[in-house]
């Protein structure tokens, strides 16, 4: 019993650093985003690339608790969520309690070169699509 116990645990801990296995985030190859960028965040390319020219797909899974800190892009992103609640903020600062919730289906645009941010008020995935080439330049940094 204690060493079914002590698996559960381990598991537990280990399933809690990856992303959920939902339907969502099951099929794209996500990978967790830099440090520097966003803590309890993954993101996975689905169609085209940020760095070159032309359209591009990327998905962003964020768990609860998750933050991806302020930022722009040179190019608009229009930004749609696929699943739970998305908490977006614009600004320059991190502000959990500013961001606006946005439920699943919602669709929205961010300008070209507006700070914004991201927090996982609770677990979330969405998509963004945008023309490349991109960047993602950090405030501040």
Not at 104 to 120: D, I, K, R, T
Not at 129 to 137: H, K, L, N, T
Request: net charge neutral; hydrophobic share 40%; aromatic share 12%.
């Amino acid at each position: 019993m204690r060493l079914f116990a002590v698996m559960a645990l381990a598991l537990a801990a280990g399933c809690a650093s990856q992303p959920a296995t939902s339907s969502w985030v099951s099929g794209p190859r996500f990978s967790p985003m830099a440090a520097q960028t966003a803590t309890g965040a993954f993101a996975a390319v689905l169609d085209g690339s940020a760095a070159k020219a032309g359209p591009y797909t990327i998905r962003i899974h964020i768990t609860k608790g998750g933050k991806i800190f302020p930022h722009t892009h040179p190019d608009p992103r229009v930004i749609t969520v696929v699943e739970g609640d998305l908490c977006y903020g614009f600004g320059d600062t991190f502000d959990e309690n500013a961001c606006k919730t946005y439920p699943e289906g919602s669709y929205f645009l961010v300008p070209a070169n507006a700070p914004h941010y991201g927090y996982g008020r609770s677990e979330a995935v969405y998509q963004e699509s945008g023309v490349g080439p991109s960047s993602f330049d950090l405030i501040g940094k």
